[in-house]
């Protein structure tokens, strides 16, 4: 297949490699502003990648031409940061022709609806289809431009559904062979419920919001960071996340529980579970508190939580408190802003029942 990659990051770099490596055609796309990874690669002829994915892997082409990324491209990966994904959409929108797929990896907590929205596709008509996957498929850091260690490729519990769910089983048959760690999920709010990040990243960072700017995030993320009362935290907030999926008839496994099934865990449990963890071992802390960890997590993922939850008349009061501290640590109103909400997407005003049919 031709297979096009946005997003010159850990995950995109990653993806591209692997697809590579097992006999596909890839070009990578970022925007000029991002330069440093693109150059790299299109300067060396593709990627280099240690550790469980070894080797080089040739990239037909990499830089800021989107026309040419998409050009042929069967299957496009839409893959970064929350964030990334309606500027990609944007960037795809005069590109797009039917019979395209697009992925994006990972949903983040409604990537699908906003690749939809962003990129103004119509479902029904256009021939386009739009899928999400629940997580990335590896643990991977760019050790420096066109270079990755790939520490883990997750060997299950990575979920896929398309938008609408009836081309589930297509997109996941054509993807199976580069992962075969990918389950199909009954519908995306399946795949955007079992994002675990927002359950993780902000409990850890908000309770160690002070070490982070004493010591510039020079301490171990999981091993040090996290402790029984940041397990106790995860958990409340894990808890009302699975809570939410029960309500729509949607089993969400809980985050240590995944986290073995994926490789990176050992102990199902929320204390030990990950401090112990040899997926997350020598991971070190962000080096201040205005990152991902806060931004994505909180602003996208708990902010999209708790609209949800709301919506569907759960308690949703840690995740809640949740944000507002975070809101008051941040000076910003991850509230107000909003960029991902069941409103947003024309669906606040539907039933658990109602939702689930719209989006078989």
Known sequence: MQIAILGSGNGGCAMAFDFSQHGHTVRLFDFDRFPKNTNAISEAG??????????FAPIEYAGA?????????????????AYSTAPFAEACKPHLRPG????????????????????????????????ETSTLPYAVRLTEPGKIRVFLKLKAGVFLA???????????????DVYPCISPATNVLQTSLQNGNPVIHPAVTLLNAALIERTGGDFF????????????????ID????????????????????GCLQGYMQIADYDKGFSTAR?????????????RYFQEDVGYGLVFLKSLGEQLNVDVS??????????????????????????????????????TQMLK
């Open 65 to 81: 031409d989107i026309a040419h990324v998409l050009d042929g491209a069967e299957m496009i990966f839409a893959v970064g940061p």
């Open 318 to 355: 840690n995740i809640s408190a949740l944000i507002q501290i975070v809101s008051v640590l941040m000076d910003r109103d991850y509230l107000a802003e909003a960029p991902r909400t069941m409103d947003r997407y024309g669906l606040g005003e539907h039933s658990a029942d109602q939702l």
């Open 46 to 55: 593709g990627i280099h990648s240690e550790d469980q994915l070894k080797g």
């Open 162 to 176: 398309a938008h609408p769910a009836k081309n589930t089983d297509q997109v996941l048959s054509r993807v199976k």
């Open 100 to 131: 395209q797929t697009v992925v994006i990896c990972p949903s983040s907590c409604g990537g699908s609806f906003e690749f939809v929205k962003a990129a103004e596709i119509d479902l029904e008509n256009d021939g386009i289809i739009v899928a």
């Open 279 to 291: 997926g997350f071992a020598g991971i070190k802390a962000q080096s201040e508190l205005d990152n």
């Open 239 to 258: 808890k009302e996340r699975v809570a939410i999926g029960s309500k729509l008839g949607l089993q969400i496994i809980p985050d240590p529980e995944l």
């Open 221 to 236: 993320f999981y091993e040090e960071g996290v402790t029984p009362a940041v397990g106790r935290l995860m958990e409340a």
